[in-house]
């Protein structure tokens, strides 16, 4: 069974950092590119990071940019997420998520997703 | 960026009817959308893939269309199960944007 399983989320103090991590299995992990996705409370769903299959190919959003790093270790079918400088609107359940088509040189449809991970920044 | 906006943000229906809301591109993104589906506590779904292409294991009830600019996503005869949400995303260029979702609630 395809799945990915999300884990390091808390309760952290702003200006505070976390890893994130999403540990995959059920298929071939260094085929896809993967990507985060983050909902925070009583809001939509917002696109945060992708990341190509070899783990070259990083992308972020705008509002994340320079406080968050992608990165995946394909040894252990593992994808993570460093987020840094927290702050209270960084609060969110954050989902890992699987390319629907296995690299093709872009970023597709989400066709598997975790259960999330809930970070919330507080004092 | 490539700006992603759904209609309505909300609407009331009745199990059996037929919904329809669409997904509008601020540029030309082809058929790079996908349709996914989100309810309280749960992960999102993917129900449809560029523009029109049915995930598999997702009902015939759904259905997708649209290129360009312009994108709908079209509920045939309502489920009890398919009261959620439910957001657009173009995969045409990152950001990979999501629009801010029709809430599908009961009449």
């Known amino acids: 069974e395809v799945q990915l399983l999300e884990s390091g989320g808390g309760l952290v103090q702003p200006g505070g950092s976390l890893r994130l991590s999403c540990a995959a299995s059920?298929?071939?992990?260094?085929?896809?590119?993967m990507s985060w996705v983050r909902q925070a409370p009583e809001k939509g769903l917002e696109w945060v990071s992708s990341?190509?299959?070899?783990?070259?190919?990083?992308h972020y959003a705008d509002s994340v940019k320079g406080r968050i790093t992608i990165s995946r270790d394909n040894s252990k079918s593992t994808l993570y997420l460093q987020v840094n400088s927290l702050r209270a609107e960084d609060t969110a359940i954050y989902y890992c998520?699987?390319?629907?088509?296995?690299?093709?040189?872009?970023?597709?449809?989400?066709?598997?997703w975790g259960q999330g991970t809930m970070v919330t920044v507080s004092s | 960026d490539i700006q992603m906006t759904q209609s309505p943000s909300s609407l009331s229906a009745s199990v059996g009817d037929k919904v329809t809301f669409t997904c509008r591109a601020s540029q030309s993104i082809n058929i790079y959308l996908n349709w996914y589906q989100k309810k309280p506590g749960k992960a999102p779904k993917l129900l449809i893939y560029t523009a029109s292409s049915l995930q598999s294991g997702v009902p015939s009830r759904f259905s997708g269309s649209g290129s360009g600019t312009d994108f709908t996503l079209t509920i045939s005869n309502l489920q009890p199960e398919d009261f959620a949400t439910y957001y657009c995303q173009q995969t045409y260029t990152t950001p990979l944007t999501f629009a801010q979702g029709t809430e599908v609630e009961a009449k």
């Open positions: 998520a699987k390319d629907h088509f296995p690299n093709n040189g872009r970023f597709d449809a989400f066709d598997i």
């Open positions: 059920g298929f071939t992990f260094r085929n896809y590119a």
């Open positions: 990341i190509g299959g070899s783990g070259g190919d990083t």
